[in-house]
Every structure is written in structure tokens, then in C-alpha cells.
């Protein structure tokens, strides 16, 4: 049931061939990988660009804008022959390269410049630009608005030369003029443009508040036909009215794009903050629109028009009406609008997202059906206060400023991302945070509370349940919910626990945010949060006692749950798992982990960046993948699954964004399971103990060992280094030691010792560590004794517990690179790892088991699997018995699901 809430609370599933909200794109035009945000200008590389126009297997991007998104390129890129690099989205994406088959795109010409490299701002001319911002292509005629050269130049035919002449030029009399002028003639930083079937030129002349159609284009300073927006060719209503703009259904202010299907005509009115549609091609000047997009009618302007076409979140403490920033109906600068003649696309740019009506409104004010750019339509992630960098992702836009279509892709140009964005709808959706970590798809927050002191009867003991993500209609957090129990003469701790157990958990009135364990032998209740991830912490838990003076105590682990960890930020060379419905007709069981990966497995492919990932498992709810090493580069990818059906056709899904960390550690555990047992084995058969070598090194120093009575000393030389040191140490005592051999570990430099004869009998056995007077190194034994011999890859269980002061394997996920380099280098996707033994994951890994530190002796990968590490964790010697102690590794700020393990302290 758990999975089925994520799926349909994350993204509702879509008809066949639809896009969905806050799905992925599937292609990126302009940068590698998509995430990349490279300045500077080649047949490859886009500054931040600015129109898009799609006709006859072409595509036409202006790689400039008007906005302030540098660089500006100064040109026109021409790419011939879009289907050769963008297959049908059905078929599968050509494995052309390791790292970003789907990052595509070569420039065939350019224009404005002479070749791909050149940037520079040159003198007004026939074949050059200062801001190219739109363009329009039919399959015959091109053209481009040379803003602010303040014209529009025409090319009868597609150029194929670089800086091609332009036939014709529109806005000036001449090549050679670039004056802004407000008449039949003149034009003003035009926008953008359209060309019609019969080649009518449609301007959206910005500055004069206008637009324009001409008509074919004949000649030189040829005179337009009508305007939209103003009462005649020489007029601009707006002309000194600010701030009190005029806004009518006759009226524009600055408006940048105009579009038509054959049958209506759409505008966006940025400065009106709407979009306008007449539901007849207009023939007139003035002619008023028919519909308004974004405004509740065709006299308002507000952005963002939350009070009037928002549904209310609530009130606030004095009972006014609160409103989301925006929401399905409101629009913030609309730059450019498109119609395939079915639906509507919009590109909301001060909202950083497409609007997409699934049909065209015939109404004032109508909600859009899905947005692109955002998780939802009340979000704008991009300008959220987590983003303070701006940083990409390949389901988000940074102000898309212009679209184009080309009967199956939209395509998007994301300015400030320097990219063209290139959009598929799927036969089946993927949710929003389909991809996770699979060996714990959600971590959980947790909390508990604890009973002591002495049970009496007659008091009244609560604890009390409640999420600060609710709230009363006044704004201020609704009250917890409160489970209370009056003691009797025969309570215990255990019946206390049974009580508030039964209640938490019943089925049909239960807490709607926790699950209750009982963890007895700690008389503990361990509350789980019912949802994953970071929603979890908002949990609040309190306990009263009443009378205040009563001897018993409840004491809550804090004033909210803990731990919740978002699952679906993904490490590179991490194993996820899909989730999804449909996704396949097929089950295959998981595969080999210890040999090569198979690219297609039961007929079906994951593509990350347009790389077949190696596959483990299929289902059709879940896919076992694992994540190229080759991500590492990027801080969002594009995954979508294609399943071959039994029928032999082929679908495809939606893409999904998979946000890029370099680490997100996960232990391996059983999701379904209110607690989560760590997958840890004992690590040796021989008892074992550690030495700590760490300081710095200075010559004549002296390190000794000393085991039993036998001391082992290594003279530091003046070019040595700790690890030297070590390695030295661990020779001796290999040499020499009866009882006792030594190794590296794999973090810091720590020399492990490990009793000869295995099992019982080598527990005990005496060690310390020490350095001469005034020595730089430091000596430093975490044991005083040798001990926790078991049976070595015997897993843990509460039969054959781990023991204070043992070292115990954990198996884990997500903890991302390793080093030295040459570890590095034999990092393959889909290939078992067969690198240095010792390894380390290059950002350092800590534990806390029971609270208190465990030691990490190793954590890097383990040689002979695919995408499995090993994190070797020397317990405290100081734990108490627990059988449901509680562990976690961490790397940096990412935390990994909590799990347990049986402790028993040896009395």
C-alpha cells in the first residue's frame, strides 16, 4: 500500500502518449551532460539562447536573447536533419558514447557569424545580428528578430552557407539602418516572430506594445498590414501611461511571441502578465481577443493573480484569505506561446515553467491541465532558497523563453541554463521520485519514548501525536492527537507498551503518522513515521504525566521525529530501484551480482542520459538498476524505461529527473518491515582489536606495538609518511608475532590485529600502543585487549548478536567514488569490481551505533560485486544490551536509513 500512496501522491498516471507533470526531458540540445552550463560558442555548445522554430526536419535556435543571460552569441544556429540525432521516442537511444547519448545536437551552419567559434558583436549588415531573439522557419521562408537592431531579416529559403545574406529586411528601409521607429514601417526591439503557411510574417513588436502582420515579405522596409494592440499603424496607447497601463481585450504591453495553428492566434502579453487567443485569425487593427490566459478577465494585469484565480489555502490569524504564490491558473511574464492545434503550451518564464492545456481554452482564466519545470503548480524550485546556485536539473528550467514543436517533441529554450530542452510525451508516467535508492528506498524518521520510575495506579499517562505540517483555519498548528491511559494496580512497563501499541496501530482508528514497535527489554515504544523521507521529521511526540508528582516517567526521545532522509537522490554508480505501474509484462529475478550486468533484460532498458543501464531485476512495479559511474559529472540525469510487451510493440515512459549527489549512503535493508535489519555479518572468525597511527612524522621518532609483553618498534625516518609508518609496523609484527598478524585498514592509517588461531581462544589477548616522549606520531590502541571471535560472514541475528567491541560488516549502497586512482579507474558500470582490496570512498564515512561512535576501520567497495560497498564498523566496547539497537552510517550532510541490530552485552 506504501508504494501505491508514493505512486499515484507523486504523479498521477497519464493516458497513453501524454506528458506529466514535472516529468524529465528527454534530450538536451546545447550542453553535456544536460547539467553542464558551459559558456562559449561551437557546432555543440549553446550560450544562453533564445527562440526555437521547428519545420521540415529542422531546427532553428537563437543563441542570444534579450533578457541578460550571457553569453551572448550573436547568432543563428541551423541543425538539418533533426530526426538522424532525435530517433522516435519509441526506439532506443544509440549508444554512441558513455556518458550522454541523449546530450545531441551539431550545428549544420550558423548565421550572423562566419563560423562556429566567432561570437563578436559586429556593425549592422545583411548577414549580421546584435541580439537575434526570435525566430520563424515554415519550410520555405526563415526569419529572424535582430532586436536590437530593431528589424526583422527574411531568407526566402533556408540558408546551408554560414553567414548567409537575408534576402529581405523588415523594421528598416535597408541593411544598413537599425533606428527604432514607431509606423507602418518601423519596429521597435521585436521579439519574436511567425511565418504562416502562406509565409505571412507575424511580428510581436515589443517596444511599440504591438503586433504586426505583413504579410508576404517582397521587399526591403515593406509596410505591415495591420497592428494588434493599438488602433492604428502610427499609434502606442501605452505611451506615457505608466504605471497605469491600459489593459483591454484591444490592448498589448511588450508582448513576445506570437503563434498561430491555422485556425486562432495566440499572444503573450508579458507586460500584461497573459496570453491572449482569438478564436479567428484577425483581419484588423485592434481587433480584441477572445480569451485571456493568467488574468480572471480582460481588464486585470496582476502577476501571479493568486486572490482571483487561486483556490484558498486557509486564513490567517485574523481570518484573512491566504493564496498560494501561484497555481494552475496564473501566469508571471509569459514569454512564448504554442498550439499543435489540440493543446496549449505556454512558457511561464517568471514562474520558470510550461503550462499545458490538454485542450484549447475557450474560456477566461482556465486552469492548465500539467506544468513542465515544476513538481506542481503551487512550486518554483528554481527559485527556491535551496537553489541558491541556480543549479540544473534536467526537470527544471531557469526563465524558458521560447518553444517549438515538431509533431511528437517540444522542444524548450532554457536561457539561463544555456541549453534546448527537448520534451517526449511517454505511454505510461513514471512518478516524480521513481528512482531510489534500492537498498533502502525510504529512510524513515524515528523517535521513541521510554518508560521508567515506578508504575502507581490512577495516573494518567498521555503521549501525544501531531504534525506541524497541519494546520487550523487561523494558520497556527493543529493539536496533536492524544492517546491516554489511566494505570492500574497491576500494570508494567510491557502492559504500558501493549496499550499505546494497540492503539497507535489499529487498523481502523490508528495514528494517521506513526507505526508503533515495542522494543521491551529498553521498556521502549519506537515510533516510525508512516511516511518516508524528509516528511517524517515534522512528526511532533510529547508524553504527559498527571499527576506531575507521580513516580512513573515517560520520557520522549525529543520534540519531533528523526532521520527522515530523502531516498531519491541517487550517488553515482548507485543500484536504484524503479518504481512504477505497467512499466513491463514480464518478472526476472534478480541477477548475478558477481558477474557482468545485462544491458536489456526480459525486454526491457533504463536509460540514464541515454545510456542502457545495467540491469538486476524487472517487474512491472519495480526495476533494480544501477546508476552509471559516468554521472558523477552532473548534478541531475534523465531516466526513462522501454519495455518491449509480449505483443511485440514497444512503449515507452515519461522521463523522470534523477537528482546527482556524490553520495547518499544506504544500508541494505527490507523496506517493508516496521523495523529494518541492517544486512551485517560478523567480520572474523579470529578475535581482533585496532591501532590508530596518526599525528605527522618527524625523523627519530619511535612507534611501538606491543602485544602481551613482546613490543614491536619502527624508527620514523625523515621522508617517511604515517602510512609508511604503518605498513612498516604491520611487517614487524607479521614477522615476529607469535600470536598475532597485522594489516592495513582501508581508512586512515590503522593497523588491524588479529589473533593466529581462531575462535575463543584468541580473545583476550593483551595490546597497547605508544610513542617515545615528544613524538610527533601518535600511538593510539582503540582496544585493551583482543576479543569477538564468531564465525566470520555469519550473519548477525538475535541467536548470534553482535558483541560490544566487535567489528561487524555492513553491506551498503550510494557511497559514490572511491580512490586512490587506481581504484577509480576500475570503477566500470555493470562490471564487478576488481580493484585495490583496499579502497576508500572518497568522502569519509562515520557511524553511530546505539549513540554512541563506532569506528569505521574500511568503507569502499567490495571486490567481486557490482555496485556494493563494505563499511567494517568497530563497535563500542561500552554498549549496552539492546536486541534493537539502532545504527546509521553518514557521509558528510547524508545520513542512511536506520537500522538495527542485536547487541548483547557478555556479563
Request: net charge negative; proline share 6%.
Amino acid at each position: 500500500m506504501k508504494w501505491t500512496v508514493l505512486l499515484f501522491a507523486a504523479s498521477a498516471l497519464c493516458q497513453a502518449q501524454s506528458f506529466s507533470t514535472g516529468q524529465a526531458a528527454r534530450a538536451v540540445i546545447g550542453q553535456k551532460p544536460f547539467t553542464q552550463q558551459d559558456p562559449g560558442a561551437s557546432d555543440k555548445l549553446l550560450g544562453s539562447v533564445g527562440g526555437v522554430a521547428y519545420a521540415n526536419d529542422t531546427l532553428i535556435v537563437a543563441d542570444s536573447n534579450g533578457i541578460g543571460g550571457t553569453p551572448l552569441n550573436q547568432r543563428v544556429l541551423v541543425y538539418r536533419n533533426v530526426s538522424s540525432f532525435v530517433p522516435d521516442r519509441r526506439e532506443p537511444v544509440p549508444q554512441t558514447e558513455a556518458r550522454c547519448p541523449s546530450c545531441v545536437g551539431t550545428a549544420t551552419n550558423v548565421l550572423g557569424q562566419p563560423d562556429f567559434y566567432t561570437t563578436e558583436l559586429r556593425a549592422v549588415g545583411q548577414n549580421t545580428f546584435r541580439t537575434p531573439t526570435g525566430v520563424a522557419y515554415n519550410g520555405r521562408y526563415l526569419a529572424v528578430a535582430d532586436s536590437d537592431n530593431n528589424r526583422v531579416l527574411v531568407w526566402k529559403t533556408l540558408p546551408g552557407a554560414n553567414q548567409a545574406n537575408a534576402d529581405y529586411v523588415v523594421g528598416q528601409a535597408d541593411f544598413k539602418t537599425a533606428l527604432p521607429a514607431l509606423s507602418d514601417k518601423g519596429l521597435r526591439g521585436p521579439t519574436n516572430i511567425w511565418l504562416d503557411s502562406a509565409n505571412g510574417l507575424w511580428v510581436a513588436d515589443t517596444g511599440n506594445a504591438r503586433v504586426l502582420y505583413y504579410g508576404e515579405v517582397t521587399q526591403n522596409g515593406q509596410a505591415a498590414k495591420f497592428a494588434l494592440g493599438q488602433k492604428d499603424l502610427n499609434s502606442n496607447q501605452q505611451t506615457g501611461k505608466f504605471p497605469e497601463y491600459v489593459v483591454t481585450a484591444e490592448s498589448l504591453l511588450a508582448p513576445t511571441s506570437v503563434y498561430s495553428d491555422g485556425t486562432r492566434l495566440y499572444v503573450s502579453d508579458l507586460g500584461n502578465n497573459r496570453v491572449l487567443i482569438w478564436n479567428a485569425i484577425p483581419t484588423r487593427n485592434a481587433q480584441p481577443a477572445d480569451v485571456v490566459l493568467g488574468q480572471p478577465d480582460m481588464t486585470s494585469s496582476v502577476a501571479n493573480h493568486s486572490e482571483k484565480l487561486c483556490p484558498t489555502t486557509g486564513n490567517d490569524a485574523d481570518g484573512v484569505a491566504l493564496y498560494p504564490s501561484r497555481c494552475a491558473a496564473t501566469l508571471n511574464f509569459p514569454r512564448y506561446v504554442l498550439s499543435d492545434g489540440t493543446r496549449l503550451f505556454v512558457a511561464d518564464a517568471g514562474n520558470d515553467r510550461v503550462l499545458l492545456w490538454n485542450q484549447i481554452p475557450r474560456e477566461n482564466g482556465v486552469n492548465a491541465d500539467l506544468v513542465l519545470g515544476q513538481p506542481s503548480m503551487e512550486v518554483n524550485q528554481a527559485s527556491d532558497s535551496a537553489n541558491p546556485e541556480g543549479v540544473a536539473a534536467t526537470d527544471s528550467f531557469r526563465t524558458p523563453t521560447s518553444l517549438a514543436w515538431d509533431g511528437q517533441n517540444l522542444y524548450v529554450s532554457d536561457t539561463y541554463n544555456r541549453r534546448v530542452m527537448l520534451y517526449s510525451p511517454g505511454d505510461f508516467a513514471l512518478p516524480l521520485t521513481a528512482v531510489r535508492n534500492a537498498p533502502s528506498p525510504e529512510v524513515y524518521a524515528r523517535g521513541n519514548v521510554v518508560f521508567s520510575g515506578t508504575i502507581a495506579k490512577d495516573v494518567n499517562v498521555s503521549i501525544k501525536i501531531g504534525n506541524t505540517t497541519v494546520l487550523k483555519e487561523d494558520g497556527t498548528v493543529a493539536d496533536p492527537r492524544e492517546y491516554k491511559y489511566t494505570t492500574v494496580a497491576t500494570d508494567t512497563y510491557e502492559s504500558l507498551i501493549d496499550t499505546f501499541l494497540t492503539w497507535i496501530n489499529d487498523p481502523e482508528g490508528g495514528d494517521q503518522w506513526v507505526r508503533a514497535t515495542p522494543n521491551k527489554a529498553f521498556n521502549s515504544l519506537i515510533l516510525t513515521a508512516r511516511d518516508g523521507g524528509l516528511p517524517g521529521n515534522n512528526v511532533t511526540i510529547a508524553t504527559v504525566i498527571d499527576p506531575a508528582e507521580a513516580t512513573l516517567v515517560a520520557t520522549a526521545s525529543g520534540a519531533n521525529l528523526a532521520g527522515g532522509q530523502n531516498a531519491a537522490r541517487i550517488a553515482p554508480n548507485a543500484l536504484v530501484l524503479i518504481l512504477g505501474d505497467d512499466m513491463t509484462d514480464v518478472t526476472i529475478g534478480a541477477q548475478d551480482m558477481t558477474k557482468p550486468l545485462p544491458r536489456e533484460l526480459g525486454g526491457v532498458q533504463f536509460f540514464v542520459d541515454g545510456v542502457a543501464a545495467p540491469l538486476v531485476s524487472v517487474s512491472p512495479t519495480r526495476i533494480v538498476a544501477q546508476i552509471p559511474v559516468e554521472t558523477a559529472n552532473g548534478t541531475s540525469s534523465t531516466g526513462i524505461v522501454r519495455s518491449r510487451r509480449q505483443n511485440g510493440s514497444y512503449t515507452v515512459s515519461t522521463a523522470v529527473g534523477i537528482p546527482i549527489i556524490p553520495q547518499n549512503p544506504a544500508v541494505f535493508s527490507d523496506p517493508s518491515l516496521p523495523l529494518t535489519p541492517g544486512l551485517a555479518y560478523h567480520s572474523s572468525s579470529s578475535a581482533t582489536g585496532t591501532v590508530s597511527v596518526d599525528g605527522s612524522v618527524k625523523g627519530g621518532d619511535v612507534a611501538t606495538v606491543t602485544i602481551r609483553d613482546r613490543s614491536y618498534s619502527y624508527t620514523v625516518q625523515t621522508t617517511d609518511t604515517l602510512t609508511i609508518v604503518r605498513d612498516n609496523l604491520v611487517a614487524i609484527i607479521n614477522a615476529n608475532d607469535p600470536e598475532v598478524e597485522a594489516s592495513a585498514s582501508g581508512t586512515f592509517q590503522r593497523i588491524r590485529l588479529r589473533a593466529r588461531v581462531p575462535g575463543i581462544e584468541g580473545n583476550g589477548i593483551p595490546f597497547a600502543a605508544s610513542a617515545n616522549i615528544d613524538a610527533q606520531v601518535i600511538m593510539s590502541a582503540f582496544n585493551t585487549a583482543l576479543c569477538c571471535a564468531n564465525q566470520a560472514g555469519a550473519v548477525i541475528t538475535e541467536d548470534n548478536p553482535a558483541v560490544p567491541g566487535e567489528t561487524i560488516v555492513v553491506l551498503a549502497g550510494g557511497l559514490g567514488l572511491v580512490s586512490p586512482q587506481e581504484a577509480r579507474d576500475a570503477m566500470t558500470t555493470g562490471q564487478p569490481y576488481y580493484g585495490p582490496a583496499l579502497n576508500d570512498a572518497t568522502e569519509f564515512v562515520s557511524s553511530l551505533v546505539g549513540g554512541k561512535t563506532a569506528n569505521v576501520l574500511f568503507a569502499g567497495l567490495r571486490v567481486g560485486s557490482v555496485g556494493i560497498y563494505e563499511v567494517h564498523l568497530e563497535l563500542n566496547p561500552d554498549l549496552p544490551t539492546n536486541p534493537k539497537t539502532e545504527a546509521t552510517i553518514a557521509q558528510s550532510y547524508e545520513v542512511s536509513n536506520i537500522f538495527t541490530l542485536p547487541v548483547i552485552a557478555k556479563q
